[in-house]
C-alpha cells in the first residue's frame, strides 16, 4: 500500500530552491521510493535527534537533505524541508 505524501510550508518553499539546483530528478525518485516504502535501503536514511527527534533524513546531495516524519498510522509521510537541515 502506497503512503500518502504531504509537503510543510518550508518543504513547499524549498523546491524552488530545488529546481533551481537542477536537483529535482534526485528528489522525485527519494519520494517515489518513500511513497512505497519509507524504510527502504538502498538509498539509506538516518533517524535524527535533537529538534528534529523522530524525523528521518536521507542524501540529496552532498550538502542537502531530503527530511521527512513517517505517520504509520495514517499511512502518510511529512517531509519537512527538501534543502538543508542545517540552516
Not at 538516518?46 to 523522530?54: A, N, Q, R, S, T
Not at 536521507?58 to 542545517?86: A, D, E, S
Request: no cysteine; glycine share 4%; charged share 30%.
Amino acid at each position: 500500500m502506497a503512503y500518502k505524501i504531504v509537503y510543510t510550508k518550508q518543504a513547499v518553499k524549498d523546491i524552488e530552491n530545488i529546481k533551481t539546483a537542477k536537483l529535482d530528478g534526485v528528489v522525485k525518485r527519494l519520494i517515489r521510493i518513500l511513497e512505497e516504502n519509507p524504510y527502504e535501503t538502498p538509498p539509506t536514511f538516518e533517524k535524527l535527534k535533537g529538534e528534529l527527534d523522530g524525523a528521518y533524513s536521507r542524501r540529496i546531495n552532498y550538502k542537502h537533505r531530503l527530511v521527512y516524519q513517517v505517520y504509520p498510522k495514517q499511512n502518510t509521510v511529512k517531509i519537512i524541508r527538501m534543502w538543508t537541515h542545517y540552516e
